[in-house]
């Protein structure tokens, strides 16, 4: 487990202590089961119920020898037992039954935490942006300046996005919730299906409709894949914080602590470290979820090529996405705003954000789309030249106006009301209300 991001509620479900206490439940159930179909003695389970129990340490002393974990395990839970009610350990049992439940438990439990840590996301973001509603700033294809928005709806794209986040590990939260204690290729040939029913029942699953030897990792794959595509919108946002961080755009930057360093060498540096830090370990999470997809095709009834693997990614990529929604918490929490630099960034397009708007209305007016288009562009390249000239006529509403070509088509004050930021912003209230932000 990357230990350095773990936090310790999450921690705790990916440890060996976790891991082996949820063996030993199962290993009670089944026996508690056994009882109820009339295999085992309830006198034995009782004995059984009240000594059970294991040692980590003799557990991996066993396995040096042994070298199969579920075997020294059982071995230590027997040797607590002391009794020959132990022969009911495991009875019937194959060790991907303990192995594959035990798992779909610690997943379920995992996802309960990152859903609440999506919530907690979604609160703070559902503040700011509702703190930023009416700000203005530009929007930006390709990197460049196309039409204004307000940093309120592009925090509220963010709030939506992490709400399909909840929908999917919602999803995978049903999908994974699957056990199985059906033996060693799948057929319950041992056991009753009752004993699987019980089982998965108590401990908050459902049996698998059809297993082999283990639960198929095709579901295993799509929790991973959940966690990969939160991991990825946590990225996406990272990314567009880093860039309105860069010192020629600097509409936002990530909180700088008080005796913070940023550089090395420049003293003055202030980074956007621990966006950088999400970017990196986004990529963490999708390159265990191409693992998994590897872990899908096994051979026949089962092989052990995917064990080795989801020791390391399941732990690894929980931990971390634990890590990093709680991480973009605290930095949506205290991200540095800056209105006033929004409002001089908007200012360098010198109003060109309106050339859509202008060119609908001279469609509008009777001109073809051609038409328009060439009297929209041609006021737009004026208007930068102006700029390089360093005129002051370096306004597109200007050059519109002086154009008496397209000045012609418009009433005394219509293109002025067009080209304004409350035309563009007319919708963003609706929208806030449509994703449940406002009233």
Excluded at 69 to 93: K, Q
Excluded at 184 to 191: E, F, I, P, Y
Excluded at 320 to 335: C, E, F, N, R, S
């Amino acid at each position: 487990m990357i230990q350095r991001y773990s936090r310790p509620e999450m921690r705790e479900i990916w440890s060996e202590q976790r891991k082996l206490e949820i063996w030993l439940q199962i290993e009670l159930l089944a026996t508690e089961a056994l009882v109820k179909e009339g295999i085992v003695p309830e006198s034995d389970y009782k004995i059984i119920k009240s000594r059970a129990g294991f040692n980590i340490e003799r557990c991996k002393e066993l396995e040096k020898t042994l070298n199969h974990d579920v075997i020294a395990f059982t071995s230590c839970v027997s040797e607590f037992i002391n009794h020959p009610a132990s022969r009911w350990v495991h009875f019937g049992l194959t060790s991907s039954d303990v192995l594959d439940t035990a798992l779909a438990v610690q997943m379920v439990q995992s996802l309960d935490i990152l859903l609440k840590d999506v919530a907690k996301l979604r609160e703070v973001i559902a503040r700011r942006a509702r703190e930023y509603m009416m700000t203005p700033c530009i929007g930006r294809s390709h990197g460049i300046h196309a039409e204004p928005i307000t940093f309120g709806f592009k925090l509220a794209l963010m709030y939506d996005e992490f709400g399909r986040a909840i929908r999917r590990l919602e999803s995978a939260k049903s999908t994974v919730a699957v056990g199985k204690v059906s033996g060693a290729v799948g057929t319950s040939a041992h056991l009753s299906p009752k004993v699987e029913a019980f089982i998965c029942k108590k401990l908050g699953l459902t049996p698998a409709v059809i297993a082999t030897q283990v639960v198929q990792r095709d579901i295993h794959a799509e929790f991973m894949q959940a966690l990969a595509l939160v991991g990825a919108s946590i990225e996406r946002w990272a990314t567009e914080f880093r860039h309105l961080q860069r010192t020629e755009v600097l509409e936002t930057e990530e909180y700088f602590g008080k005796g913070q360093k940023g550089s090395s060498a420049m003293p003055h540096k202030r980074n956007p470290i621990t966006f950088e830090r999400l970017t990196g370990l986004a990529r963490v999470l999708r390159s265990n979820a191409l693992a998994v997809l590897e872990d899908v095709a096994l051979w026949h009834e089962r092989d052990i090529s995917h064990s080795s693997v989801e020791r390391i990614i399941f732990p690894d990529s929980c931990t971390l996405l634990d890590y990093m929604l709680a991480t973009l918490t605290k930095m949506m929490d205290g991200l540095n705003v800056y209105p006033e630099n929004m409002k001089k960034n908007l200012a360098l397009s010198l109003g060109m954000w309106n050339s859509q708007t202008v060119l609908i209305a001279l469609i509008k007016k009777g001109l073809t789309r051609e038409q328009a288009y060439e009297l929209v562009q041609r006021n737009a390249m004026k208007t930068w030249e102006a700029k390089h000239q360093g005129r002051d006529d370096a306004d597109f509403l200007q050059q519109l106006l002086k154009d008496e070509e397209v000045a012609k088509y418009f009433k005394p004050g219509e293109l002025e009301k067009l080209c304004s930021l409350d035309f563009h912003f007319k919708q963003i209230k609706p929208k806030f209300k449509k994703l449940g932000l406002i009233k």
